[in-house]
């Protein structure tokens, strides 16, 4: 749009008076005439859309993870122990399968017991924070165009909060050295799946024949590295092998059914009439495997076998976020929000497993 003004004035060819242009083109910003109000120019013409479009951002963690709720403000460490027990067969018996109980004669002076070992392990627990400020002009000119200013705030405050703790829950952190739910540092059980009659583990060159074998090998492993004692409830997958295995079908004999519902309806947790298998698509496990870059497609992905139940697998922090009362500073009014956020802790490392390459 081109502006005028009035100082010098020029005619039309009828005589008309006119505002002498302005030596340059001059053009509105688009989008970017505002301030953090959120106050646009708008013409008189144009249909503003008030509705608040925030950034596109998903987060899981939730879903996937349960929380200590034992966790505290004043806490700075989160701990558990781990209790390993023994015993000695009775009346000079063996350990090994088939013998070492217990026995005791009628006439036995020595009679077997039991040990006890509790080990600690300590994990921090660390302070964050955020803070919320606004000045009263800022206030007073979001109210007039109707899109309060320290609503918007807490909202972006609000995404901050949730995707730390996204990240946190599955990655950990690489300046504190933190391990996640995909990549944790306790976990000992990682593999490379098995190669298909293409030559690659990939599931994109594997027929469905060979990615429920997969599924199969997967589950058996992890449950007896559980010494069979849990049987794995959850699996996290990238989300492209997650959409590949919700359309390609496999045939049953009631006809044709897409892999993950026949997976997850005929896997070993269903035979033994427990609740269902559920496989849930993760965008943290793109490029997580070994020799992959985490967030990176076409690197080395990595699927994660688990139970989601808090004896085995949970994250530690305070519940919900505090925050301080409203301070006056100046024209500002400011209040931070708070918690504290631990690590994830999984006791029993046994019953998670990791597969990359699929």
Known sequence: MTLTFDRQRTHDAKGNALGRPLDNRVKTHDGKFADSTGGFLVGELERLDQTLNIPLVDYQWSRDIDVREDVSIAD???SYTLSTFGSNGGLGTGQGIGNGKS?????STQIAGVSVDIAKITNPLTLWANELSYSIPELEAAAKVGRPIDQQKFEA??????????????????????TGLVNNSRVTAVANLPNGVQGSSKWSSKTPDEILADFILILQTTWTNAGWAVIPADILIPPAQYAYIS???VATASGLMSIKRYIEENSLLTSEGKK?????????????????????????????????????VRLAKTPGLQRTPVEYRGLYHLTTYYFKLGVVE?????????????
Not at 103 to 107: K, S, T, V, Y
Request: aromatic residues 14%.
């Open 76 to 78: 700075d460490l989160s």
């Open 103 to 107: 026995w005791a004669g009628r006439n």
């Open 157 to 178: 405050m609000s995404l901050k909060y949730q995707m730390d703790i996204d990240e946190q829950t599955y990655i950990g952190d690489t300046g504190f050295g933190y």
């Open 247 to 249: 359309t390609a079908k």
């Open 276 to 312: 269902k298998l559920s496989i849930r698509p993760s965008k943290w496990c793109v490029g997580a495997g070994v020799g992959g870059t985490i967030g990176t497609l076409g690197t080395v992905d990595r699927l994660v076998c688990y139970t989601k139940d808090k004896r085995f």
């Open 346 to 358: 999984i006791p029993y490392p046994s019953t998670v497993s990791y597969w990359d390459g699929l």
